[in-house]
Nanobody, 126 residues
């Protein structure tokens, strides 16, 4: 059973920073992708960033490029999302997810991912 546990959300002022963590355990794919998605009230879940675990290749939504950084720690089985220069529009519940290896556009599709965490709330005050 795969488990994903997010942490690090909270309330921050616009322009501030937060770092989200997602620790995963249990059986996973030999080469897998991990992604961060977010969902704001009344909106669809949207892709934020992704990483191919074995290769370190990263993918970002245009809206967060240059502000957010995804990284992984192999020893801790943890993926991080460093969020800088936060804006009110970044307010959402953030989810991490894990799925099989992917490349290109498919890595941004939430349907690609098989397992999801419970989410962590990020609120940015303007």
């Amino acid at each position: 059973q795969v488990q994903l546990v997010e942490s690090g959300g909270g309330l921050v002022q616009a322009g501030g920073s937060l770092r989200l963590s997602c620790a995963h355990s249990g059986r996973t794919f030999s080469t897998h992708a991990m992604g961060w998605f977010r969902q704001a009230p009344g909106k669809e879940r949207e892709f934020v960033a992704g990483i191919i675990w074995s290769l370190g290749n990263t993918y970002y939504a245009d809206s967060v490029k240059g502000r957010f950084t995804i990284a992984r720690d192999n020893a801790k089985n943890t993926v991080y999302l460093q969020m800088n220069s936060l804006k009110a529009d970044d307010t959402a519940v953030y989810y991490c997810a894990i799925g099989p290896y992917c490349s290109g556009y498919v890595c941004s599709e939430h349907s690609w991912y098989d397992y999801w965490g419970q989410g962590t709330q990020v609120a940015v005050s303007s």
